[in-house]
């Protein structure tokens, strides 16, 4: 049996809980997971003021209820499974380095800021800054994949460096701004602003998006690293349809203002 | 010892061991998947003159390669990990990345791996890109056509080079005819090619010459024109043309394998008597003996 804790009482303010990953909690009992230290707000608290506890860490947590103010669950995850049935609060999977986690639910703001590895996988929606640099940060994820089947919000991928993002639904404004590398795909609709500032990577959409005058088109054409991405992406589960596979791409280079070795590919409707 | 009416010879075929890689070419269209294939796998029949011994091992539906286009899977061999990086780089670089749409995918799994996708980057003059795909790293190289994608890495094992089979026959028209066969049933077999033209060799060698210039020689045992003149022809008397199927295989069963099979393909066909080349086993590190592939 994995370890269980299910939701018992809501915090009133921000709960903040990076205990909450199967690598801190490995080979605890359900009493010493109760014991373990929390900040609610800012006082100290422990996770069985809040949840219940059972089971026994075998390698797989599974959180119950609606965390959607609870903070940093799994960061500085490196291997094991985290399922979250319910949704999460800001500051998912923040650092971790490997193992899965996957939301059944949305997810705040920040999700796997400065990630380096593994998985996250969210079956709702995102809000702002999906794999993106915290405040004060100049890079936002490393490395890992971040898989949204809902909408995202703001700035995804903002400052990102390494890794793939991808988003089943639309994302919202500047989209991969300042981007380092890395790989973006949004299966619907792109906000304004897109890979304002990037300098490397790819950012990629099945619907016409609004370019900067800082982008020039380069060509049109079938890339054909992009056909296995998209099929990473759809055994991941996303939607992608023959269509996207075999369809031919608009490839926009940019943004001049930084390097101008990013690119924006659009699936050409022609 | 016989299949049929064939008379099988108590001996064995002497294989090495080798390096071995596959490697997977997709193309917008099978003809020019076929296309790169057949450039790749030009002039490498024996390691002795081409420097490696490559092959089409099969060919590939396009829901059986990485990208979902058609296929054709090669399989390239040589005598050490060091020269199977060169020559993957050369024939990769020179055949492959230069034959339009193509791209080109690791086809193994084995833990040990040369650089090739890595090396050839460079011909992307700084516009390569790289990409990170389910932890595998392919690279991007411009090209007039698109892009070129080939993976940063190629798996190599460790193989085995050398199975043959000899078929020694009544007339040329008819051993050739029953070389045919023989090939059309072994190319069945996964992990093998048979590096030689259409998987047939005449010119079988020897170690050694009377000239000390050269590591092989005519085969002069098996040359019926030199039946009388050999102090070791093995011909039987009807005989009157020898034909060599050469096997290299990812395993030691593969080539097993391919060899018990087209041992029934050559006995079906009529073939006079089935031999095998060995160097009296100084040499090689596998022993196939023709007796063990009967039953």
Redesign the interface.
């Known amino acids: 049996m994995s370890l269980k804790l299910t939701l018992h009482t809501s915090p009133d303010v921000p709960l903040e809980a990076p205990c909450l990953n199967p690598d801190t909690l490995a080979g605890m009992t359900a009493d010493i997971v109760a014991a373990q230290k929390v900040m609610h707000g800012n006082q100290a608290a422990s996770v069985g003021d809040f949840f219940k506890v059972a089971g026994k860490a075998n390698g797989t947590l599974e959180l119950e209820g609606d965390l959607s103010r609870v903070k940093y669950i799994g960061a500085g995850m490196q291997s094991g499974i985290l399922n979250v049935t319910g949704n999460v609060g800001q500051h998912l999977g923040a650092g971790m380095s490997g193992g899965d986690i996957r939301v059944d639910g949305d997810a705040g703001d920040w999700v796997a800021p400065e990630m380096r590895g593994g998985r996250v996988t969210i079956t709702g929606n995102a809000g702002h800054l999906v794999g993106g640099a915290p405040r004060g940060s100049a890079i936002g994820m490393l ?1 890992g994949e971040i898989i949204i089947h809902g909408n995202v919000r703001n700035e995804t991928g903002h400052a990102m460096r ?3 993002i991808a988003v089943g639904g639309t994302s919202g404004d500047f989209t991969g701004v300042n981007m380092l590398a890395g ?1 973006i795909i949004v299966l619907g609709d792109m906000g304004n602003r897109s890979g304002a500032g990037m300098q ?1 990577g ?1 950012i990629v959409s099945m619907n016409p998006a609004e370019m900067l005058p800082t982008f020039t088109h380069a060509c049109v ?5 992009l ?3 998209l ?2 992406i759809r055994s991941a589960g996303l939607p992608v349809n023959d269509d996207h ?1 075999e369809g031919a791409y608009d490839r926009w280079c940019g943004d001049v203002v930084e390097v101008n ?1 990013g ?1 924006i590919l659009l699936l050409n409707g022609a | 010892m016989n299949i049929g009416n064939t008379d099988i010879v108590d001996t064995f075929a002497e294989a090495f061991s080798m390096v071995g890689t596959r490697i997977i070419i ?1 193309a917008e269209t099978d003809a020019w998947a076929m296309a790169a294939a057949r450039a790749m796998t030009g002039f490498a029949t024996s390691v002795i003159g081409c420097k490696c011994e490559a092959g089409i091992e099969k060919t590939l539906a396009a829901d059986e390669t ?4 058609p296929g054709v899977s090669v399989l390239l061999f040589t005598m050490d990990k060091k020269s199977i990086g060169t020559r993957l780089v050369e024939r990769i670089g020179q055949c492959v990345m230069t034959c339009p749409t193509t ?1 080109c995918f690791n086809g193994l799994s084995a833990p040990d791996s040369v650089v090739v996708g890595g090396q050839l980057r460079y011909f992307g003059d700084g516009f390569q ?1 790289s ?4 932890s595998n790293r ?1 690279w ?1 190289i411009p090209v007039m056509d ?2 070129f ?1 080939v993976d940063e890495s190629f798996s190599i094992t460790t193989a085995v080079g050398g199975g043959n089979l000899l078929l020694i026959g009544h007339d040329r028209a008819g051993t050739l005819a029953a070389a045919e066969q023989t090939t059309a049933a072994m190319r069945i077999i996964d992990d093998i090619i048979l590096p030689f033209p259409d998987g047939v060799v005449r010119s079988g060698s020897k170690v050694g010459s009377k000239y000390k210039s050269l590591i092989a020689s005519t085969n002069d045992a098996y040359c019926p024109t030199l039946r009388a003149v050999s102090k070791q022809s093995a011909l039987p008397e009807s005989a009157q043309c020898v034909l060599e199927i050469v096997i290299d295989g990812l395993t030691e069963d593969a080539v097993k394998q391919a060899m018990q099979t087209g041992m029934k393909a050559a006995a079906a066909a009529g073939i006079l008597q089935i031999s095998a080349g060995n160097y009296g086993g100084s040499l090689g590190q596998y022993k196939i003996n023709l007796k063990d592939l009967v039953n």
């Open positions: 490395g390494n890794g793939l790989t490397r790819s054409y079938r890339p054909e690293f056909r296995l991405l099929l990473h596979i070795r690119e | 997709t990485p990208d979902r286009r791209a890109m990409k990170v795909i389910n392919l991007r698109g892009e994608l």
